[in-house]
């Protein structure tokens, strides 16, 4: 008997399994001896699918309410997997997450407060304990968010880049191209999100719940200066995970607006 069907005719609850099962994958893709950089991808692709395909299945055709509730769980290991596939995790890197994390509290809590930047809007309580009224989360967020979009953006450009390209091209578009194609990034990665994380309770709009314009602007500004810093700090944004994590929330949240 599989291990699948004897944990169901023990009766072991279903949620128990699928932790069991990221906890294997999580500590395959630690043991430096018994796994490659390649096995380590490949079990963070499965269980980013995992849980996200069963995040969609039970928000659509189950509870929503308790799905939700595990959101702050999948942040976090989203953010566990883009860490241990980083291919160069060095004082740059840990920086710009530092810088990542501080900026979006603290631009977050100009946004609550004040309304300056993104608009008026208010956090629930699904993301988790927070701090003047921003949950530590979004901080996580804007770092995990705007790393991936750079590293989309670098492989983007580097298709498109001639191979024989001189010192001067590849500083543009280190310092200039990379920055604002990865703000765009994020920005679109952002504008597919709002939709359904407004209806699942995350954050709420005030007035009639428009989701300003503001918002996108300043998504794209702050992102923008982020990535500049990270490319002066000298920051590597090569990771494999980058873009199917990418990919896989971009279509968890555009599925997840067809249905609220």
Request: charged share 10%; proline share 4%; aromatic share 16%.
């Amino acid at each position: 008997m599989d291990p699948f069907h004897a944990a169901f005719a023990l009766n072991i609850p279903a949620e128990e399994i699928v932790i069991n099962l990221m906890y294997s994958s999580l500590h395959a893709a630690f043991d430096e001896g018994s796994s490659t950089r390649s096995q380590q991808f490949v079990w963070s692709l499965g269980v980013a699918l995992i849980v996200h395909v069963a995040g969609l299945i039970g928000m659509v055709w189950g509870d929503p309410v308790w799905f939700s509730s595990k959101t702050p769980f999948n942040l976090l290991l989203m953010w566990l997997l883009l860490l241990i596939n980083q291919q160069k995790r060095d004082k740059a890197f840990f920086l710009f997450m530092i810088l990542g994390f501080f900026t979006g509290m603290f631009t977050e809590m100009i946004g609550v407060h004040t309304g300056i930047l993104f608009g008026n809007y208010a956090y629930g309580t699904i993301l988790g304990p927070s701090w003047k009224a921003v949950p530590f989360l979004m901080g996580l967020n804007w770092f995990v968010t705007v790393f991936i979009a750079a590293g989309t953006a670098q492989l983007i450009l580097e298709h498109f880049m001639p191979n024989d390209s001189g010192m001067m091209l590849a500083r543009i578009v280190k310092f200039l191209l990379i920055p604002l194609t990865g703000a765009a990034i994020a920005t679109f990665f952002d504008w597919i999100m709002e939709p359904a994380a407004v209806s699942l309770g995350f954050w709420t709009w005030a007035g009639d719940g428009t989701i300003p314009m503001l918002n996108y602007i300043s998504w794209f500004a702050i992102s923008w200066l982020l990535l500049t810093a990270g490319m002066l700090l000298g920051m590597d944004v090569r990771n494999r995970f980058s873009i199917p994590l990418l990919l896989i929330q971009s279509s968890f949240f555009f599925l997840l607006r067809l249905f609220f």
